[in-house]
Every structure is written in structure tokens, then in C-alpha cells.
T-cell receptor, first 110, second 113 residues
Framework: GQQVMQIPQYQHVQEGEDFTTYCNSS?????IQWYKQRPGGHPVFLIQ?????EVKKQKRLTFQFGEAKKNSSLHITATQTTDVGTYFC??????????FGKGTKLSVKP | NAGVTQTPKFRVLKTGQSMTLLCAQD?????MYWYRQDPGMGLRLIHY???????AKGEVPDGYNVSRLKKQNFLLGLESAAPSQTSVYFC????????????FGPGTRLTVL
């Protein structure tokens, strides 16, 4: 079945350093969504990318969708302690459901 | 608007006991989902519903049943709980298609002894 792979599984950074998580699909995606889950919380929608090569920014967060629509990335510039959490990508599966990656858990050392 | 709510927040069961988790949404969403989240496994879809009276199996449906008798409610049942069902369960809803934004509830932490 369709899989969405996400790397790395964990990332520990010093506050102020940059952070990137990558998402790869075995098949072409119609779109991809990114969610953030704070420790002890629930996933919260961040953004959706639809077009090939699309780049969107939210303050220090930059999201990219690959030209082939099989991969995506989330880059955070100058991390802050408020960025702590697990970041999930999710792509549309063959049943039409969202297939979530396993997430990247980000910890930020002050 | 409360968004998506889940009841209960925590529960401890003994092996073989049954229980029902309730999910309610006040956004008039058509689609509702039940996920389980285990360490290192991400979010795995258990069952979903595309409208009142409909249900469908997701990635890990075994040991669970669901019902969607009312549009705003989606129930997840465990008939005979097993330790492997110890997990955090999240309900989510979306407006019209599978790829719409999903809104998640706060989760239910279930422990099966």
C-alpha cells in the first residue's frame, strides 16, 4: 500500500539553529498537509500544498512540495522553544484517506 | 464552538472488558475519523465515516467497531479489550473530502491491563 516516509524520526537542536524534516511518498500525491502536535496535545493543521514545486511560508516556517509531487519538506529558521513538538506530513492515500508519516519529534535546547 | 470533543479523556480497562469512546463535532462536518497513536508509529487510521449512517475500515480496524447514527457523533467500540489496544485515540473530522483539513479532538488515553 501507499506509504509516506518521514525523516528524521528525532531532531535535537540548540535554540537558534535551523531544522528541516523531509517527507517522501511511494506514489504521486494530489496534495500534502503538515500538522504539528505539541507534547501532550493533539495534531493541529499547519498548511496544505497542492501545486508542483509550491513553496509557502509562515513566519519562520517554509514548506515545499517537490516538482514530482512525491516529496515535501518543512524548514524552520532559527528555532525557538515554542517550536517543540512533533511535525507530521500527510498525503492522500489510494482510498482517498490521508496517510500520515510517522512524524519528526523536535526538541529545542534553550 | 467547541470543535471536536472526546469522552472520556482517560480510561483504564482490564483485558476482556468493553467500552465505547465518544466523539462529537459541532462544525457540521461530513467526514469523521478514528486514529490511534502509538510511540514511533505516527497516526494510524482505524475506521472512518463519510456521512451519517456510513462507516468504513481504515488501516488497523481489527478489534474495533464504529457507528455513526448521528452526523455529529462518531462512536468507537472495543468489544473485548486487549493490552495491544493500549494507546492514545484521536478523533478527527473534516468538511467534505478526505483531503480537507482535519480537525482533531484532544484524545483519549486508554490503558488495558
Amino acid at each position: 500500500g501507499q506509504q509516506v516516509m518521514q525523516i528524521p524520526q528525532y531532531q535535537h537542536v540548540q535554540e537558534g539553529e535551523d531544522f528541516t524534516t523531509y517527507c517522501n511518498s511511494s506514489t504521486t500525491l494530489s496534495n500534502i498537509q503538515w500538522y504539528k502536535q505539541r507534547p501532550g496535545g493533539h495534531p493541529v493543521f499547519l498548511i496544505q500544498l497542492v501545486k508542483s514545486g509550491e513553496v509557502k511560508k509562515q513566519k519562520r516556517l517554509t514548506f515545499q512540495f517537490g516538482e514530482a509531487k512525491k516529496n515535501s519538506s518543512l524548514h524552520i529558521t532559527a528555532t525557538q522553544t515554542t517550536d517543540v513538538g512533533t511535525y507530521f506530513c500527510a498525503g492522500r492515500g489510494s482510498q482517498g484517506n490521508l496517510i500520515f508519516g510517522k512524524g519528526t519529534k523536535l526538541s529545542v535546547k534553550p | 464552538n467547541a470543535g471536536v470533543t472526546q469522552t472520556p479523556k482517560f480510561r483504564v480497562l482490564k483485558t476482556g472488558q468493553s467500552m465505547t469512546l465518544l466523539c462529537a463535532q459541532d462544525m457540521n462536518h461530513e467526514y469523521m475519523y478514528w486514529y490511534r497513536q502509538d510511540p514511533g508509529m505516527g497516526l494510524r487510521l482505524i475506521h472512518y465515516s463519510v456521512g451519517e449512517g456510513t462507516t468504513a475500515k481504515g488501516e488497523v480496524p481489527d478489534g474495533y467497531n464504529v457507528s455513526r447514527l448521528k452526523k455529529q457523533n462518531f462512536l468507537l467500540g472495543l468489544e473485548s479489550a486487549a493490552p495491544s489496544q493500549t494507546s492514545v485515540y484521536f478523533c478527527a473530522s473534516s468538511s467534505g473530502t478526505h483531503t480537507d483539513t482535519q480537525y482533531f479532538g484532544p484524545g483519549t488515553r486508554l490503558t488495558v491491563l
